[in-house]
Every structure is written in structure tokens, then in C-alpha cells.
């Protein structure tokens, strides 16, 4: 197997670790911020590692970016769907994502309640959680060539 391959499995099967904390993340802090609960250092834990674990999705997918075959920029390529997506709308929403996540984390390590905290994770990494969504090439998008791994 080549490299490429091997990167392109990696991004599509970590997809789901990212996936999985996100939704964890989302929900504690969202049930924290409803229930009035203590922020404790296992809240603070579980948004940093849905954090880490996108960062690292982001890093292993600008590698693919310059590596895939997925992204040309020839002519026309904006007229092509999959070559967009992968050329620019993946990326740009991806990029979002991650700009949210890291707002939203650094955000509450300056807020003083811990409503405040709970709040402000909960609502940058919710709308990052939908972009998400929305830029990865699901199966039933076949057009973009997506995959379930």
C-alpha cells in the first residue's frame, strides 16, 4: 500500500473518533449548561480531546489535500462537483470547523461561571458539529466518491 492510500484511510476511519467526541462533548456540555452543573476538570478533558482529535483530522486532511488526486485545479474544475468539494468546499467549511472548536475552547477557559463555560463550548462546537456534517462525503453522495470507511 502507498502512502496515500494508507493517509486517506486514516482521515476516513478517524472521522468517526472525531465524530464521537464531538457528540459526547456536545452533549455533557449542553446537559451542564441546562442542569446548572459544576464545570469540572473532566469537562474541561473531554472538549479538549474532541479538540485534539479534530486537529489532528484537520492536519492529516491538508495533508491529502496537496497529495490526492481528489484536488485539481484544472480548467473548469469549479463546473466539476467532486472536484469543488474536495477543492474548496470541504476544505473551507473544514477550516470553520476547526476555527469554531478552538474559539470555542479558548473561549471558556476565560469565561467565569461555570454556566458560562458549559455555554460557550456547547455552542461554538454545535454549529462546528454541523459543518461537519455537511462537508464530509457521505455514501450517499456519490458524486464525491464518499465511503462509509
Known sequence: MDILHILSKAHSGWRWIVLVLLVAAIVKMHMGWKGKKSFTTGDKKLALFAMIAFHIQFLLGWILYFLSD???????WMKVDSLRFYGM????????????????????????????????????????????LVSIPWPFRAALGGSWM
Open 89 to 132: 468546499e470541504h476544505v473551507l467549511m473544514m477550516t470553520v470547523a476547526m476555527v469554531l472548536i478552538t474559539m470555542g475552547y479558548s473561549k471558556s477557559k476565560k469565561k467565569n461561571t461555570d454556566a458560562e463555560k458549559f455555554k460557550v463550548i456547547a455552542v461554538f462546537y454545535t454549529i462546528a458539529f454541523a459543518l461537519v
Open 70 to 76: 481528489k484536488v485539481k485545479f484544472v480548467e473548469g
